[in-house]
């Protein structure tokens, strides 16, 4: 292969659903069949042509690989899958006659159809966005259908900019996979490796012919101690494809990037493969204090892609030390270039867009655009040397000590409320006592229940427009929402179910509701970032010091109380989820910031409860998202996460009914976690996975309210009765029925009515036979 030199600055990704989501409009659109895939194409293509004109224009390279080519239409690993061929054999019929998949059988592996359940869904390490799991058994045939990442290649080069492909690398696609069902017992998907180089070997020979000068696989499960997998498998995983893909004799110069974490026992084991290039999260991680001659001399020889620019946060932090960290990874090796620490893809677009926030604010703040333009200063310094940035970077600081003297920043009342709590405030009565006083609810086995949102609709959507634009009043929307809540508890009602909740039409947003009630917290207009597919979320800032004005969720919850004899929910979101889900404050530590949302929430109860209101459900779905990726500093995380949760509720009465949520997430992990939250009731997901969180359930010994969702919210497809029995009846063979609750994997709001009623209706068809079965006393119902 020719020898190509690595750019001086780079990204590792950019946001792929355009600036006013564009991406997510055209595939909803071909969903619904208002455009063809033709169409859709089209607009996709237009909208990476603007994405590498905004590139260049902020000072990457037309022509020097520094851009990279990572749109996905839906997930990065799906499209992995695809590109080698993993697909499980029930999505067969859908593919071409070569195995390939076009766009219609490409979003029915993500979504489903009919009794096809699609790829199961999951955290993307310690970020909030989800990726599809592959299905990997024995039999499962790799072959390579590199069509659309040599499509998107080309498209860019005829448009003059020589880009680098980006994809998932072959021990991360392995190790972020799941065994196939049928595999036997004791297979793992990276058995299959030796078997999976050749294809990704195939894919660089294209790559070559197609002009590609690097190519970036990304390996971010490297830095993980999470993964499992002994330690040693991984890293000789690293040897055997890293040697193989270096022997291809034409090929792109390989970067291999890890962010997320330092690479740590990995770093000397990818410095001994002939690769090019190594991508270091220098702000997560840290740089090796000491390495082996052998492992130094290794580096020596490679370029060194230091992550500087954090693609994590929206802060516009310190350059001046950004570039200290540049100085510091040209210590192992005199070939260094300046990127992101991770893709692009977890912020937005351009701070520019929010004109409506403050602009001291504004001032403190970085998204995409600016950390493109943040890593160009850089590079230019690497190249030039650092007094040619030092104007640059003298700016940055100067915005960062702004911040840090700022009103609301620091606010001593709140601070002396977090000084004054004692251990009694982290903890509830006894749970005996609290099932004892809680039996007043008089609920039926196996009571069924909702997460809390119903679908929000165009109706809702347009109400919320309207209040925002000044053309319906605050009185007017209120109303508008009081029927809305009223049509939701009739439709519970009649369906059957036990606990019920308002559907929380006036909320937009889980976390965002809560963040235009606190104090410390902005909203953004434009501020999408991609959650999974075509779901997109617009994440708050949380800036300063947390505290609560005016109760937040009273008014709605007792307006609903008032409408049914049955309890009705109160619904919060738990404070690990609105700091997950939020671009949070770097300046103190996240237990601290953590509690002050905590008390916010622990005064929301008190004041539902003096309404009352008998069950509050306080979610806390990311607690297993920021789960940190090093063992050792998982116990410091746990105990502030599940204190957080404690201390919101720690003041409630014993006969009311505390539950939460968790979705998405490998829950065997942090099963001890959820446990020490002392919930009533705590629902999970677990349909998408087939009930598989059952086991680890019942060998954890857990013994609160448990719900196992039966029902995958995530795809369009309406669970059968029977289906949903089936799941019941494995989840009752190892749960006690005492404890166990029926409901959803997760909130409604992004179904439709009628598939959101017909799914219902099977839960509770499905539920009366499995009370039937284990001799249930007849409800009138």
């Not at 620019?309 to 001046?320: F, K, Y």
């Not at 019941?728 to 409901?743: F, G, H, K, Q, T």
């Amino acid at each position: 292969m020719t020898a190509h030199s690595f750019p001086t600055g780079t990204i590792l990704g950019y946001p792929r659903i355009g600036r006013r989501r564009e991406l997510k409009r055209a595939v909803e659109a071909f969903w619904a069949g208002t455009i063809d895939a033709l169409e859709l194409e089209q607009r996709a293509a237009q909208l990476r042509a603007a994405n590498r004109e905004r590139l260049a224009s902020l000072g990457l390279g037309r022509t020097d690989s520094s851009i990279p080519e990572s749109f996905s239409y839906y997930d990065q690993v799906l499209d992995a899958a695809v590109a080698v061929g993993a697909l499980p054999a029930r999505f067969t019929r859908f593919l071409d006659a070569d195995g390939g998949a076009d766009l219609e059988a490409y979003f029915t592996i993500a979504r489903g159809v009919g009794d096809d359940a699609p790829l199961e869904m999951t955290k993307w390490f310690d970020s909030n966005y989800h990726y599809l799991v592959p299905e990997i058994g024995p039999e499962t045939s790799f072959s390579l259908h590199a069509e659309r990442i040599l499509a998107e290649f080309t498209e860019a080069k005829a448009a003059g900019f020589l880009t680098r492909p980006v994809i998932v690398g072959p021990v991360t696609f392995l190790l972020l996979s799941k065994a196939a069902d049928g595999a036997p017992e004791g297979f793992r998907p990276l058995d299959r490796l030796a078997d999976l180089v050749p294809v990704y070997a195939a894919l660089l020979e294209r790559l070559a012919e197609a002009g590609a000068q690097w190519v970036q696989l990304d390996e971010p499960a490297l830095v993980s101690e999470s993964i499992d997998e002994p330690r040693d498998r991984v890293l000789d995983g690293v040897a055997v494809a890293y040697d193989a893909l270096g022997a291809v004799a034409s090929r792109p110069a390989i970067f291999v990037a890890a962010p997320y974490g330092s690479l740590d026992d990995a770093l000397p084991a990818l410095a001994a493969t002939p690769v090019e290039a190594i991508g270091l999260d220098v702000v997560r991680g840290v740089l090796p204090e000491l390495l082996d001659p052998a492992t130094a001399e290794s580096l020596a020889a490679k370029t060194l892609v230091a992550g500087v620019v954090d693609g994590h946060n929206i802060w516009r932090g310190d350059l001046a030390t950004a570039f200290d960290r540049v100085e510091a990874v040209r210590a192992l090796s005199g070939a260094v270039a300046v990127s992101t620490s991770t893709s692009l893809l977890h912020v937005p677009h351009d701070v520019d867009d929010e004109t409506a926030l403050d602009a001291r604010l504004v001032s403190w703040l970085a998204f995409a655009d600016q950390k493109v333009a943040q890593v160009a200063v850089l590079a230019r310094g690497l190249a030039e040397g650092r007094d040619a940035i030092v104007a640059q970077l003298d700016e940055a600081s100067a915005a960062l000590a702004d911040r840090t003297g700022a009103p609301g920043v620091r606010v001593p009342a709140v601070r002396e409320r977090l000084a004054a709590l004692s251990e009694r405030d982290f903890s509830r009565a006894d749970y005996d006592e609290r099932v004892a006083a809680q039996a007043a609810l008089a609920l039926p086995e196996l009571p069924t229940t909702t997460i809390g949102s119903f679908p929000q609709t165009g109706d809702i959507r347009r109400a919320r427009a309207h209040l925002s634009s000044g053309a319906l009043s605050d009185d007017e929307y209120r109303d508008l929402m009081r029927a809305e809540i009223e049509r939701v508890i009739r439709l519970q009602e009649e369906i059957g179910l036990d606990v019920l909740v308002h559907g929380e039409p006036e909320r937009n947003d889980m976390v965002q509701y809560f963040a235009e009630l606190l104090d410390g917290f902005a909203v953004t207009q434009h501020g999408w970032v991609q959650s999974y597919g075509s779901r997109c979320a617009r994440p708050s800032i949380l800036w300063g010091d947390v505290s609560r004005p005016a109760p937040m969720t009273v008014d709605w919850s007792t307006y609903a109380q008032s409408l049914t004899e049955k309890p009705v929910k109160g619904m919060l979101t738990g404070p690990v989820t609105i700091l997950a889900w939020s671009f949070v404050r770097d300046d103190q530590p996240l237990g601290d910031t953590a509690n002050q949302v905590a008390l916010a929430l622990r005064d929301e109860i008190t004041d539902l409860e003096a309404a009352g209101i008998t069950v509050i459900q306080v979610d806390e779905p990311a607690l297993r998202e920021l789960l940190p990726l090093k063992l050792a500093d998982q116990p410091a995380y746990l105990d502030w996460s599940v204190g957080s949760f404690r201390l919101a509720t720690g003041g409630a009465a014993v006969a009311t009914q505390v539950h939460t949520h968790l979705c998405y997430s490998e829950f065997g992990v942090v099963i001890d976690a959820i446990r020490k939250l002392d919930a009533d009731v705590t629902s999970i997901e677990a349909a998408r996975s087939r009930m598989e969180v059952v086991d680890d359930i019942s060998a954890s010994g857990f013994d609160h309210g448990i719900g196992p969702g039966v029902y995958d919210i995530h795809s369009p497809r309406v669970p059968s009765a029977a289906e949903v029995q089936a799941l019941l009846e494995r989840a009752v063979a190892d749960i006690p029925a005492s404890r166990l609750w029926v409901n959803p994997d997760c909130g409604l709001k992004t179904r439709g009515y009628d598939e959101t009623v017909a799914s219902l209706e099977h839960i509770i068809e499905a539920t009366r036979a499995v009370r039937a079965e284990l001799g249930a006393p007849a409800l009138v119902e």
